[in-house]
């Protein structure tokens, strides 16, 4: 299994993001799958789930601000991320949920700043 995260960048505050991460080796749309991010000196958090039927979880901090969805066709899940703050600053991935350890990629730097 195999996940390539893009779309990361600089942005000011209160600006807009979209996240994709391309899998391989596993069928998001039979998966529950989630968005990550680990900001600098922290833990790996979870920030928002899709499960294999549609519904969706999202932590407190980013509930009402990101959206996650995926693309069956491409294989490809989807991070909207809208309002953004710089506590979003961070390095974000995607993987099923549970994480499967031994799957991480590279992730992608979204660091919120003026």
Known sequence: VQYVESGGDLVQPGGSLRLSCAASGITIS???MGWYRQAPGKQRELVATLRHVGSSDYADSVKGRFTISRDSARNTLYLQMNALKPEDTAVYYCNTSPAETSSWGQ????TVSS
Do not use: D
Not at 107 to 110: L, N
């Open 30 to 32: 039979y998966a529950q």
């Open 107 to 110: 992730g992608t730097q979204v």
